[in-house]
């Protein structure tokens, strides 16, 4: 297990008001969350999201709703609900609140979910009904599900069938919605963690194993927020992959900082090297006269005058601002 989602639906005592969202998260991180306030006149026009719908589809739910009814004039104590949720968990150190879940969920332990959640919507409700449905998620099982979720794009298929990637392994990259980098962050040359979807008999796709790979090729596709993805597999094979350019996906982010680092000391040695052989070439150049050619006195000489004269130019605006 490396990521839970925790549905709730909760119904005050004192008020009467229904409390439905949902939490999701990975041990010792700050729960990403949404939450509705419905009053009971709000439930009879409204359909009520259903807890025991797939994370995904509940998600989407909420979602929608909250961005709804966010949009309503009067309507400011469903973003007031939102805050007063958002400030418990930090008082309660979300971080601990999130592992506490986490235990919770893979003990399968109901009272202390329940127990939670209650506390977390006690100071606002009072004494409180739940409901919930928590679902485990491994990192390969929640990308395999989106995967199949983002492959309903219709037009972007194309790309995977192109002629330069027409024997490559269809992959997809590994999810990870909380400590994740967007991929339109990652450069050429970076690592990626991937999945490889394998095809079966009859157009049936299966899982491969998780493959850690290298992106070749990034294209943005235009006119939408796609991007297609070629990634080395190691030992010759060839990855591609349609994927959401603000998707995160997980990468072993100490060894993308340790590649980073390399190739900026590399660039501003680079850097360094070709201003040297500039100068270098300059003095021995035979070609120029010997009065034409610029001396390090030369140097400082104009860099102590543009210094002057930039002090000169902020003076004079002193001045007049005085006048």
């Known amino acids: 297990m490396d990521f839970y989602a925790l549905k709730f639906l909760a119904t005050s005592n004192l008020t009467g008001e229904t409390y439905v969202g949902y939490m999701f998260g990975k041990k010792a991180q700050t729960p990403y969350f949404n939450v509705l306030l419905l009053s009971r006149a709000q439930l009879r026009e409204l359909d009520l999201p259903d807890i025991t719908k797939d994370y995904l589809d509940f998600k989407s739910d909420i979602d929608m709703l909250y961005y709804q009814l966010s949009k309503e004039k009067n309507n400011?104590?469903?973003?007031?609900?939102?805050?007063?949720?958002?400030?418990?968990?930090?008082?309660?150190?979300?971080?601990?609140?999130?592992?506490?879940?986490?235990?919770?969920?893979?003990?399968?332990?109901?009272?202390?979910?329940?127990?939670?959640?209650?506390?977390?919507?006690?100071?606002?409700?009072?004494?409180?009904?739940?409901?919930?449905?928590?679902?485990?998620?491994?990192?390969?099982?929640?990308?395999?599900?989106?995967?199949?979720?983002?492959?309903?794009?219709?037009?972007?298929?194309?790309?995977?069938?192109?002629?330069?990637?027409?024997?490559?392994?269809?992959?997809?990259?590994?999810?990870?919605?909380?400590?994740?980098?967007?991929?339109?962050?990652?450069?050429?040359?970076?690592?990626?963690?991937?999945?490889?979807?394998?095809?079966?008999?009859?157009?049936?796709?299966?899982?491969?194993?998780?493959?850690e790979g290298k992106i070749i090729s990034k294209e943005l596709i235009p006119s939408s927020d796609y991007i297609f993805l070629k990634v080395d597999l190691g030992n010759g094979a060839l990855g591609k992959a349609v994927v959401h350019r603000e998707l995160k996906v997980s990468?072993?982010?100490?060894?993308?900082?340790?590649?980073?680092?390399?190739?900026?000391?590399?660039?501003?040695?680079?850097?360094?090297?070709?201003?040297?052989?500039?100068?270098?070439?300059?003095?021995?150049?035979?070609?120029?006269?010997?009065?034409?050619?610029?001396?390090?006195?030369?140097?400082?000489?104009?860099?102590g005058f543009s210094i002057i004269g930039i002090l000169l130019i902020i003076l004079i605006v002193i001045l007049l601002g005085s006048f």
């Open 251 to 303: 990468v072993d982010q100490n060894r993308l900082q340790i590649l980073r680092k390399s190739q900026e000391k590399d660039e501003n040695e680079n850097e360094t090297k070709i201003i040297g052989d500039l100068y270098n070439q300059m003095k021995k150049d035979k070609s120029m006269p010997t009065d034409k050619k610029i001396s390090s006195l030369d140097i400082l000489i104009i860099s």
């Open 76 to 211: 400011n104590l469903i973003s007031q609900f939102k805050a007063y949720f958002y400030s418990t968990l930090k008082k309660m150190k979300s971080e601990v609140t999130g592992t506490k879940i986490f235990m919770a969920i893979e003990d399968e332990d109901v009272y202390v979910l329940k127990s939670i959640l209650s506390d977390i919507l006690s100071e606002w409700s009072g004494d409180t009904k739940i409901k919930l449905v928590a679902q485990k998620f491994d990192y390969k099982d929640l990308t395999w599900i989106t995967a199949v979720k983002e492959k309903g794009e219709e037009g972007l298929k194309e790309y995977l069938n192109r002629e330069d990637v027409k024997n490559a392994t269809e992959i997809y990259p590994i999810i990870d919605p909380v400590e994740g980098y967007s991929v339109s962050k990652l450069d050429i040359g970076e690592p990626i963690i991937v999945l490889p979807i394998e095809e079966k008999n009859e157009g049936e796709k299966k899982m491969g194993e998780v493959v």
